[in-house]
DNA sequence: ATTTTCCCCTGCCGGC
DNA sequence: TGCCGGCAGGGGAAAA
């Protein structure tokens, strides 16, 4: 699933080619994408905008465009965007749901096999920030993000760290794979409720997150199933995954098999020596 | 206000 | 072999 890591990926390699070009052609074959707003209304604000920038905020892509005008996209589960050249005429892709005609003739192609994706139109920076804002908390690569902010962030949450982690208001851009991965990089068990870390776990978590997150764009994001970069091409970082998928075999560090259970409602990967489990505390004993 | 549950959607997988 | 229920999961809305 494209988190943070495999945004990045392809915000990197998009961001020289878009930049400065512009949208010739835009088509929204799936009104799922764009709804509420009308494929054809998307396309009449696309086409003819000249692409500035393309940006990341958590796993939001965001294109900025001319007159003030900003595409912001989503890949949820299954979305990919793939750059395909002028003289690429292989038929199209499967599940193709936006395909952005650039006048250089390349084009931008949004595929989403579960068509979860979605893409928006925001007009003005004060109502993209607003957007965004309600949306996603703080930028964990950003250096503004030190293990004060997580703390202040974790400070009276008694969800478990793992649902803390997953909502996009506390940290940005961390989804299932890389929290579990953070989890265990800090040692620590995703049950444990997230007001509760000590200082010294929240500054290990700190680095877990960290971490975890810049090996993911070291290896160009991990592609399970469906995520490919923007060349078409798998990650590699699903091969690195310290605890994420391994069910079942050995742990890295201390040899005890990794268990496999349900935290957040997500499949989580855990384990049980390394990221002890929280000591279940009672509200009202029952004799 | 925060936390939990449900739902969106499609392909895959195990069971019968 | 083939059908089918269950599952996966980001995020948003609704419910608790």
Known sequence: MPELPEVETIRRQLAPRVAGRTIARARVFDPLWSAPVAPREVERKLRGR???????????????????RHLVMHLR?????LWVAPEDDRPERPHLR??????????LLFTDQRRFGTGVV????????????ERVGPEPLDPAFTPDVLARAARGRRAPVKAFLLDQRRVAGVGNIYADEALFRAGIHPLRPAGRLRRAEIERLHRGIVEALERGIERQGAS??????????????????????RAGEPCIR???????????????????RCQPAPRPRRRATPA
Do not use: W
């Open 122 to 133: 925001i007009d003005g920076t004060h109502l993209l920030e607003t957007y965004l804002s």
């Open 98 to 107: 936006v395909r952005l005609t650039l006048d250089d003739g390349h084009r």
């Open 224 to 245: 399970i199933d469906d995520y490919r970069d923007s060349n078409g091409d798998r990650g590699s970082m699903q091969d690195e995954f310290l605890i994420h998928l």
């Open 254 to 272: 201390c040899g005890r098999p990794v268990r496999k259970t349900l935290a957040a409602g997500r499949g989580t990967y855990v384990c049980s």
């Open 77 to 81: 589960m299954t979305g990919n965007l």
């Open 50 to 68: 000249r692409i500035e920038a393309l940006r990341r905020r958590g796993k939001y892509l965001i294109a900025d465009l001319d007159e003030d």
